[in-house]
């Protein structure tokens, strides 16, 4: 598991805290409040193993769904 703090660009700029590990899974925390689950949509299919691209993929995946505020509000 890695763990990235990120700060959004625009709006209220809040700091969100994004878990994501090699498999491609990524969640995004608001201080104790769970946003959102994901995975990249590019690990989704494919290879089965783990590997360090698919955790840059889940980060990056999650850093554009904050920057889009999917499914998430902005408190």
């Not at 809040?14 to 201080?31: K, M, W």
């Not at 089965?48 to 554009?64: D, F, H, M, P, S």
């Amino acid at each position: 598991m890695h763990t990235v703090d990120y700060t959004r660009k625009s709006g209220q700029q809040l700091t969100y805290r994004i878990v994501a590990d090699e498999h491609g899974r990524f969640t995004v925390t608001l201080g104790e409040k769970e946003l959102l689950r994901g995975r990249d949509s590019l690990s989704a299919g494919g290879r089965r193993g783990a590997n360090k691209r698919k955790l840059v993929g889940a980060v990056a995946e999650a850093q554009r769904a904050i920057e889009a505020l999917s499914l998430m509000d902005e408190c």
